[in-house]
């Protein structure tokens, strides 16, 4: 990258993947991508040592797709994932920025899935194909030639697949793929196992390592919350109404996110203003100058908009969205605790990003505690307390000023000073919630909704209507079949042929004998052979969809 340039516009990638990733509202590269990403774009062979949540997905994502020929229907690109979990993580990633690339598909192939389609997608040419080393395995024994086209091979979490024992199915793997390829390793550490395999299978590779500083924020509490992506902006105002702040700054990862929080912020009237690389300077001070003088009690950023910021009222920083690598982090909760003074950094924690807090915890060499979302007395408690405080000062000759007023308008309106002041309350906090029934009720979560393509609503429709029809009355069993249930239903995204391919892998079953499978909103229900069941259950303990354990038991009809 050149003084002249910068961002990701600096790597000289295909306009269309510039274009996406500018979608996305990613503003700088992280320090994993600027190393890599020039050396993966000149074909090297690369060796990079990265902590996961530092960006490395992109590093290799993006100079990748610049290489890729659409034109060319076979596969080009082979990615390896320890996990179906990571698999199917790094494939959206690849479809999110190949969006505008058209002719490139992506294609995962992981286990719990059915072979059939997977293999059929490798064959119809998918470019990028991102897979599981043990079902990757299985394709191969089917067809050993087909990965024949790839040029480019990206083991991720090289470390993590030693340990969980696919040495020898990527020996297999090697073995199936052209010799002249590019091969780049990515692995948090390097043991001697992983310094073996760039020894047989590298040639001549390029070691980039992104250095983690051990840093101490001593003068900052920090607390996190477990929360899913979709509860997060009613988690951050429930936050918001219980943290005693003056100033605070939340941190999200794109553009948008600063413009859209900001707004909701404002709606709910809260003095906010969003922070981003698209707003001009003189704007960008102007925001700042509000913060330090009171005019806001607010500020929605994203890293590179935060840079440089000293605003001394801050005490709160909320971590939205979570930080690329430990010291963005660090950086981020820097802005409070200043000059000696405490300060609060909160931490919003999606389920997947757990391992990304240990990553910071070690870092930082500091435990950051995790707290519960405050309940509905908590916010009452709070309201109470805010109107308290307002209107405390405002009593003192306030019957002197404003008594013989009163007097007029009870009399004219023929009520009670209680009622009268019942009134003013009502004024005076905008028609707020202020008891527990009101309060529980407004932070009843509405039921998620589904974003259908067009194409599919139809079909959608006649499955829920199936299964509300399976819920009235209950479908007679197959002879010689049990019910079972399993905890996972279409809200954790199960869908029954996904549920199907499992059983029949990890169950070794055939195909006729697993019955009907009903797929409700928090479970599953599916009909499997009572001769041999305990066993079937052993088997299928540890199988996994999208990560979650199935957690298989025979259901027990009331």
Do not use: W
């Not at 590093?59 to 060319?72: R, T």
């Not at 079902?135 to 086209?149: F, G, I, Q, V």
């Not at 389920?351 to 500091?366: A, D």
């Not at 009520?415 to 906090?429: G, P, V, Y």
Request: net charge positive; glycine share 6%.
């Amino acid at each position: 990258m050149t003084q002249e340039t910068s961002g990701f516009a600096a790597f000289n990638l295909n306009q269309n993947i510039l274009a996406a990733v500018a979608a996305t509202g990613y503003e700088e590269p992280s320090a994993i991508q600027r190393q890599s990403i020039p050396i993966i774009m000149v074909g090297q062979d690369m060796i990079g040592q990265a902590q996961t949540g530092t960006g490395k997905t992109a590093a290799f994502a993006l100079p990748i797709l610049h290489c890729i020929n659409p034109i060319k229907r076979e596969p080009q690109a082979l990615i390896l994932a320890p996990t179906r979990e990571l698999a199917l993580q790094v494939a959206t990633s690849f479809e999110t920025y190949a969006k505008q690339m058209p002719g490139v598909t992506v294609v995962a192939v992981y286990g719990g899935s059915p072979m059939g389609p997977q293999l059929k997608a490798i064959r119809n040419g998918a470019q990028v194909v991102v897979a599981t080393p043990g079902r990757l395995c299985d394709h191969l024994r089917r067809d050993e030639k087909a990965l024949l086209t790839v040029n480019h091979l990206v083991l991720d979490e090289a470390d993590e697949m030693l340990k969980l024992g696919f040495m020898d199915d990527l020996e297999i793997i090697f073995k199936a793929l052209p010799p002249n390829r590019q091969t780049v390793l990515f692995s948090a550490t390097l043991p001697q196992s992983i310094r073996a395999i760039a020894e047989r299978h590298l040639r001549d590779p390029r070691h980039v390592k992104i250095h983690t500083k051990t840093q101490t924020v001593t003068a900052i509490k920090q607390a996190y919350l477990l929360v899913h992506a979709d509860q997060k902006t009613s988690v951050v105002l429930s936050l918001l109404e219980v943290e005693d702040f003056d100033a605070l700054i939340m941190f999200v990862r794109t553009k948008q996110a600063t413009l859209d929080l900001a707004s909701i912020l404002e709606s709910k009237g809260y003095k906010a203003a969003a922070l981003n690389g698209d707003i001009a300077q003189s704007q960008r001070e102007r925001v700042i100058d509000s913060l330090k003088d009171g005019r806001l009690d607010i500020v929605v950023a994203t890293d590179v908009a935060a840079r440089g910021l000293d605003v001394p009222r801050i005490t709160h920083v909320l971590n939205v969205d979570m930080p690329y690598d430990p010291e963005s982090y660090v950086h981020r909760i820097g802005r409070t605790g200043r000059a000696g003074r405490e300060g609060r950094a909160l931490l919003l924690v999606i389920p997947r990003e757990r391992r990304m807090l240990q990553v910071i915890e070690r870092v930082t060499g500091q435990k950051v505690t995790e707290i519960r979302l405050p309940d509905s007395q908590a916010i009452l408690d709070a309201r109470i307390k805010k109107l308290t405080n307002s209107l405390s000062p405002l009593v003192a000759d306030a019957e002197s000023t404003y008594g013989s007023l009163l007097d007029c308008l009870t009399a004219d309106i023929n009520c009670t000073l209680r009622a009268m002041a019942a009134a003013l309350l009502r004024i005076a906090t905008n028609g707020q919630a202020l008891n527990l029934d009101a309060i529980e009720k407004e932070r009843r979560p509405m039921a998620p909704t589904n974003i259908l393509r067009s194409d599919r609503l139809e079909r959608s429709s006649v499955r829920l209507d199936r299964c509300n029809r399976e819920r009235r009355f209950p479908v007679p069993l197959a002879k010689g079949h049990v019910r079972c249930r399993i905890a996972l239903g279409a809200r954790d995204g199960i869908v029954a042929k996904n549920l199907l391919g499992a059983i029949l892998n990890d169950g070794r079953l055939a195909h006729d004998a697993i019955g009907r499978i009903q797929i409700r909103d928090n479970f599953s229900l599916v009909e499997l052979p009572e001769d041999g069941l305990e066993a079937l259950l052993t088997k299928l303990k540890d199988t996994r969809i999208a990560g979650k354990q199935l957690k298989l038991r025979r259901y027990r009809e009331d």
